[in-house]
T-cell receptor, first 112, second 111 residues
Framework: NAGVTQTPKFQVLKTGQSMTLQCAQD?????MSWYRQDPGMGLRLIHY???????DQGEVPNGYNVSRSTTEDFPLRLLSAAPSQTSVYFC???????????FGPGTRLTVL | RKEVEQDPGPFNVPEGATVAFNCTYS??????FFWYRQDCRKEPKLLMS???SGNEDGRFTAQLNRASQYISLLIRDSKLSDSATYLC????????????FGKGTHLIIQP
């Protein structure tokens, strides 16, 4: 099993550009989530999904969209990138809401 | 009170020593507790779950105190490879948004 995979590993965007961060898991987990991690802020939940077709907002959803058309994939879209979105983004999956989460390797995003 | 609070450190500890750190949580209804480890520029990885009766995994011991709403992690005979950030994780506000992560405690094991 590959576990949780994320692409790209690194990305540089200009302000106003849009892009999609990809996340996939092959463990048949129902629960998937996106976090951002900034220095001194810890991990903050952006969006999460409890199953295909179901998504909900986390703590810091503004500026991001998600969709969950399949169990395996949970892409995160930045609509119009801003410097404040410079961060490390982690995708995670879990068998259930309160269970252990398995993280992908992260995407390091810089917005100029 | 913050949902999950940890001393950020850094804790500088000589190799072979025992080190312990605590984490406090605000939601008395929380039922799931974990310690994760995160190495520099890497993803968090589960170190161990924390059970009500306390549990041990090799050199690591985790304990839960529900009355005082804190969990602890004890590392015995510390190794250089234990240097990392340790994240305390608690299930959040009624479970609708899953787990809440503390900001982490930075541990440095010195030779």
């Amino acid at each position: 099993n590959a576990g949780v995979t994320q692409t790209p590993k690194f990305q540089v965007l200009k302000t106003g550009q849009s892009m999609t961060l990809q996340c996939a898991q092959d463990m048949n987990h129902e629960y998937m989530s996106w976090y951002r991690q900034d220095p001194g802020m810890g991990l903050r939940l952006i969006h999460y999904s409890v199953g295909a077709g179901i998504t909900d907002q986390g703590e810091v959803p503004n500026g991001y969209n998600v969709s969950r058309s399949t169990t395996e994939d949970f892409p995160l879209r930045l609509l119009s990138a801003a410097p404040s979105q410079t961060s490390v983004y982690f995708c995670a999956s879990s068998p259930s809401l309160r269970n252990t989460q398995y993280f992908g390797p992260g995407t390091r995003l810089t917005v100029l | 009170r913050k949902e999950v609070e940890q001393d950020p450190g850094p804790f500088n500890v000589p190799e072979g020593a025992t080190v312990a750190f605590n984490c406090t949580y605000s939601n008395s209804a929380s039922q799931s507790f974990f310690w994760y480890r995160q190495d520099c520029r890497k993803e968090p990885k589960l170190l161990m779950s924390v059970y009500s009766s306390g549990n041990e995994d090799g050199r690591f011991t985790a304990q839960l105190n529900r009355a005082s709403q804190y969990i602890s992690l004890l590392i015995r005979d510390s190794k250089l490879s234990d240097s990392a950030t340790y994240l305390c994780v608690v299930n959040g506000r009624g479970g609708a948004d899953g787990l809440t992560f503390g900001k982490g405690t930075h541990l440095i094991i010195q030779p």
